[in-house]
């Protein structure tokens, strides 16, 4: 339970505060949405010392890192990544465009995808309660999406507004994607300790981040951009100096590697749907956070949107609860059962929780 916790808090940290570093890079005249790209995931070499430190320093497992890794895992890590890659650019492109509660709200979108995604690729179980929440949550998409086009900023087109439109939606798609790949990935990670087990994800994704790094290095350089272009922007460019500049770009590089790995952790340790749902709740914090510090609008349509947005997720939360609580009795029959017949084989009913839609929550569950 502890480690579920921890990630949906570096889940909640890391999407707030990388969205709007992102959106503070691009209204102070940052201008390169290849650097905006490269920040999301340059931050990768921030998982080594907790992936080497617990076996060459502290001996805390027998594991060597990366000593499990096969060929097909490496292979697919870095198709994953490739994934990832493309996924960046497209938000960095919307999200030069579009105001902060705009594209958190569009990003939703991704809900629907994720769950028809985990379906096909993880053989997801749709019930009432996720239905129902990706329902509400795609509505409030979409009500945003034909409401909002006089939201843009001052000076933006009408066509540059809706290509940050619809790179946000493409976005949306990849990532629903890459959250059921992901999880079908993780799931031969079944180490001797969910210590172990953890730290190959670890492994895992900081492989896929290290390729999308690499995608968007090969970027700027075929622009015509680099290290250069950025001391360059930091210089001439960008309105608030160069120590703010490099501030924004470490600060951004630092967060979303917060985003990733708490997305990372909560796929492993629930499911995709789950921790898109997780991401998905956290747009609403989003919009408030466009909202305070950068005084964006917040008309009845936003307002409207993420009623729905907390909603949505309100009624999963409440679903997942009346689940588990159901498991929790039915297990404390079953084993009260086995008691009164004598029953003294194995460990009286295991007091394992199974709740389809968290996958591996149930051992979470256990841990608690």
Avoid at 61 to 71: A, D, G, N, Q, W
Avoid at 103 to 126: A, D, G, N, P, R
Avoid at 336 to 363: C, L, S, Y
């Amino acid at each position: 339970m502890a480690l579920l916790v921890t990630n949906y808090l570096l889940l909640f940290v890391g999407s707030i505060s990388s969205t709007l570093l992102s959106r503070y890079y691009f209204i102070h005249k940052g201008r390169s949405r290849w650097v905006s790209t490269w920040v999301q995931t340059a931050g990768f070499p921030l998982l080594l010392p907790p992936i080497y430190l617990p076996y060459y320093l502290f001996r805390s497992t027998p594991r060597r890192p990366f000593s499990h890794f096969t060929l097909p895992i490496l292979l697919l890590s870095l198709l994953v990544g490739l994934l990832l890659g493309l996924n960046n650019l497209l938000f960095s492109w919307g999200n030069s465009y579009l105001p902060v509660s705009t594209s958190s709200l569009l990003l939703s979108s991704q809900l629907l995808f994720t769950l028809i995604l985990s379906v096909l690729i993880v053989k997801q179980k749709v019930t009432f309660q996720n239905l129902n929440c990706v329902i509400l949550l795609t509505l409030s998409s979409i009500l945003l999406g034909l409401g909002s086009s006089d939201d843009r900023p001052t000076g933006l087109t009408r066509s540059n507004y809706f290509v940050g439109f619809f790179c946000t939606i493409g976005a949306g798609l990849l990532f629903a994607l890459y959250l059921p790949v992901m999880e079908r990935i993780y799931r031969p990670v079944n180490l001797s300790s969910r210590v172990d087990s953890y730290l190959m994800v670890m492994e895992m994704q900081l492989v896929m981040e290290a390729v999308a790094t690499l995608l968007a290095v090969v970027g700027m350089v075929a622009s015509g951009g680099g290290v250069e272009e950025m001391r360059r922007e930091s210089e001439e460019v960008f309105d608030k100096g160069a120590r703010a500049y490099w501030g924004t770009v470490i600060g951004n590089a630092a967060t979303w590697q917060l985003c990733f790995m708490g997305t990372a952790g909560m796929v492993y340790l629930t499911s995709s749907l789950t921790g898109g749902i997780c991401m998905t709740a956290l747009l609403a914090m989003n919009v408030v956070g466009g909202v305070v510090v950068y005084g964006e609008e917040f008309g009845g349509v936003k307002a409207v949107s993420t009623v729905l947005c907390v909603w949505g997720f309100c009624s999963y939360v409440y679903g997942m609860y009346v689940k588990m609580k159901r498991g929790i009795n039915n297990d404390s029959v079953t084993s009260g059962g086995e008691e009164e017949d004598g029953g003294d084989n194995g460990n009286g009913g295991g007091g394992k929780i199974q709740v389809t839609e968290m996958g591996r929550g149930d051992a979470v569950a256990n841990t608690v």
